[in-house]
Each structure stands twice: as C-alpha cells, then as structure tokens.
C-alpha cells in the first residue's frame, strides 16, 4: 500500500513540475531568410567560395592536361626528363590540394569568413530568442530547422516572428 501511495506521488509531483515547463520553438531558416544582413553575408560568402572554387578547378585542370601530356610522351622522354616532369606533376598537385585545404579546410578561409560575417547575425539571432523566451518565461526552445529531431510543432508556439521583432524587423507573417 505504502508503494502505490508513493508511486501516485510520484507521479503527480512530476505532472505538476513538468506542466510549470513552458516549450516553444524557432525556425532560424525562416528568421535567418528575413534578415538583410544575413542575405548580404551569405551572397558575399557564395561570391567568395565560388571565386575560390574556380581558382582550385582551374588548378586542377592544369594538372590534368599535364598529366595527360606525360602520360601520352612518357615513352618517348629520357629518363632524366621522366623524373623531372613526374617532380612537377606531384608539385602541381600538392599545390593544389594545400590550396584547397587553405580555402576549404576546417581552419580555411572559408571558415574564418563565415566566422566573420555570419556568425555575428547568429548571436544576434541567439541573444534575441533568448530575450523572448525569456520574457514569456519558456523552458525550452527548439530549432526546428537544420535536421532537427522535432517532429511535430503547433505554430502556437513557434516563436520566430517574436524573435524578428525583438531585433526590429516587420514581421510578414506569412510563413
């Protein structure tokens, strides 16, 4: 008797602690979408990363066209010759890809541009949501964007357009 009597208080003392817990979430897709700075941050970025891309495909193309000349004159060329252009090739090719490991690499400038530019609208976004869940006193706040695990969402609770307004955007409210 005294197991079921603590058992039910139990559970009806964490029925009330959890019912005191208030959820929301943020779709950062859609507050990211609707902030000017961000899409100005995210074109330059692109501008970059494709300028960068060009130069390691033009590196590499050179690369290929003089592998295939070595390939197609190797037979003919003195030994000396061989192991010279085989040098160059394998120069040519780490040039290359240190390149791409400087513009692309975890520490690249890729990187550290996106540091520079993107990730201060991000803790813009970050203090923002918490300023808002914060004032209407929320538990919890999920981002339902970026292969999130939340599943199913009432937009009731959905807090985006709070967080819009608390940077100072209109919000369209036409999500």
Avoid: C, H
């Amino acid at each position: 008797m005294k197991q079921l009597f603590f058992g039910l208080l139990l559970i009806i003392g964490t029925s009330f602690a959890s019912s005191a817990q208030k959820y929301g979430y943020i779709d950062s897709d859609y507050i990211m979408e609707n902030v000017p700075d961000y899409q100005e941050a995210k074109d330059k970025l692109n501008k970059l990363a494709d300028r960068w891309t060009k130069e390691i495909e033009d590196r590499y193309d050179i690369l290929k066209k003089k592998k295939e000349a070595f390939a197609r004159e190797e037979v003919l060329l003195p030994v000396e010759e061989k192991a010279k252009r085989a040098n160059e090739i394998e120069e040519l090719e780490t040039e290359a890809m240190e390149m791409q490991k400087l513009r692309f690499g975890v520490k690249g400038d890729y990187f550290q541009k996106r540091q520079e530019l993107i990730k201060p609208i991000q803790d813009q976004v970050f203090e923002a949501m918490q300023k808002v869940a914060s004032n209407k006193n929320y538990s919890f706040v999920f981002d339902k964007a970026n292969q999130s695990n939340l599943i199913y969402a009432d937009d009731k609770f959905d807090l985006s357009d709070d967080v819009l307004k608390q940077m100072g955007f209109k919000v369209s409210n036409k999500k």
